[in-house]
């Protein structure tokens, strides 16, 4: 039996991926061994979404042949597509294999271990055949990443995934459900829809019909709020998550048909990145701040309370004090529960790398430090609301806390809470029956409790009685 070791890197998508991978390799009689320990083949999933991401990749690379100089060092995805003959002269690497081709890695590891040479690195850009993956299990237990479509046609000018990852391209409905149906048979409970570009899915099913509306910011797009309403349906999802979303695809229509849903989680990840118009054309997003506003509006009409997080990127190219100013007025106005923020970082091979008016690094980590001060306050603001209320928490793991043990979960917000052991509490799927359950270190994975918000154990994490 042939030891593998692997390790990942970047984006929930190749999380997926690599899950996938190993359950293949677990299929065909295939040892998974720690990336530490010595194996026989070595895979690393890659990831190229910065020049950092590129330069992470390589050291695993190189790390995994130092381990074993005798051992298949395999380059698998996203760095592999965007720079093949860097990677093809690296002496690191033993063999490649890039987007598309992640599903036939077992196949194309036995026909390198024959001596079989092939070309294992499509033209990601000229394909629309979407690479079919399905998973029985994952390394969570509890939550569930569904990838529902890759590639992505937005052309952002600091990114360089749509070279890496091709043109949209979406899963078959009917896979995704017996997907969700197979896991729910073994207890999962809650399902998050992730892909390169979520809010396109479908996009490319109406092209092949001859359908050339535009989509975006003129009507709804009802292929995916279909999936999400059909996925709704299956017993046993309790929980369902969006990954990323389009801030466009934010209509009433699309916000009244998923606030219909009983599973779905009120906490909406809308990618902004600048709150000020002119880098947001820089940037070549298809947005204004009015319309991120529209959307965010919708939200909180629609649901209550719900949790709006998004991405901000500061020190972009040409950004003045006054571009500065704009967006943090806007992110101000908006108040949202959670902001991640990037200083930016030129990616080569984008148009943004060699704009005018780069950034120094400084002027990087200033206005940075300023985001994430607003952030700290407004997160700790959108948590203060729950104190006193009735809440239900799905538990993921049990931790030690100041010498304390609890377990820990997240609301339908993405709250995370925290509730001791050895105590009783109420299941949540169950109230109205009045069941309880006396929590104890090994009992907890996967209960839905529900209980009363006391107050905060941690920065971050809210305690339940």
């Known amino acids: 039996m042939k030891k593998v070791a692997f390790h990942n890197l970047g984006c929930k998508v190749n999380s997926y991926e690599m899950d996938a991978m190993l359950q293949e390799l677990k299929k065909h009689g295939y040892e998974i061994v720690p990336f530490e320990e010595k194996a026989d083949i070595y895979i690393v999933n890659t990831c190229t979404v910065t020049n950092i991401a590129d330069r992470k990749s390589r050291q695993m690379l190189h790390k995994a042949k130092k381990t074993n100089p005798e051992g298949i060092v395999v380059a698998v995805g996203c760095y592999v597509q965007s720079d093949t003959e860097g990677v093809r002269g690296d002496d690191a690497v033993d063999l490649m294999i ?38 029985t299990g994952t390394q969570e237990h509890t939550r569930a990443y569904i990838k529902i479509q890759d590639g992505c046609n937005q052309f952002c000018t600091y990114c360089l995934i749509p070279y890496a990852r091709g043109r949209v391209r979406s899963r078959k409905m009917e896979d995704i459900l017996t997907e969700i149906k197979g896991l729910t048979a073994i207890g999962y409970r809650e399902f998050v829809m992730t892909g390169i570009h979520i809010s396109s899915y479908g996009l490319d099913f109406l092209q092949k019909e001859g359908e050339t509306r535009a989509i975006y910011g003129l009507e709804t797009n009802y292929e995916f709020l279909r999936l999400l309403q059909e996925i709704d349906k299956i017993e046993g999802v309790e929980r369902l998550r969006l990954g990323s979303l389009e801030p466009r695809i934010v209509t009433e229509e699309f916000v009244k048909g998923i606030a219909k849903l009983r599973s779905i989680c009120p906490h909406f990840h809308l990618s902004l990145q600048s709150g000020c118009e002119a ?39 040409g950004e003045t004090e006054e571009e500065f100013a704009q967006t943090k007025a806007f992110l101000e106005q908006v108040r949202f529960y959670e902001m991640h923020v990037f200083k930016y970082s030129k990616r080569k091979g984008t148009k943004a790398a060699i704009m005018d008016g780069q950034i120094p690094e400084p002027v990087k980590a200033k206005r940075s430090d300023v985001l994430l001060t607003m952030d700290e306050r407004d997160s700790e603001e959108f948590r203060a609301y729950y104190f006193n209320k009735t809440t239900t928490v799905l538990l993921e793991e049990e931790k030690e806390i100041k010498g304390k043990s609890y377990w820990l979960g997240h609301t339908k917000e993405y709250v995370k809470v925290a509730v001791e052991t050895d105590k009783e509490y109420k299941i949540a799927d169950d109230i109205e029956k009045g069941k309880t359950i006396f929590l104890t270190k090994e009992n907890g994975q996967n209960q839905m409790l529900t209980g009363i918000i006391t107050g905060v154990l941690e920065k971050d994490i809210l305690y339940m009685d």
């Open 98 to 135: 890039g987007n598309n081709k992640k599903k036939d890695l077992v196949t194309i590891l036995e026909h390198y271990m024959e001596g079989v040479t092939e070309e294992n690195v499509i033209d990601i850009n000229h394909t629309d055949e979407y690479e079919e993956m399905k998973l």
């Open 279 to 317: 880098t947001l054309k820089r940037m070549n997003r298809h947005y204004t701040p009015e319309q991120f506003v529209t959307g965010v509006t919708l939200l909180r009409k629609y649901f209550e309370h719900p949790a709006i997080t998004t991405d901000v990127i500061v020190g972009f190219p």
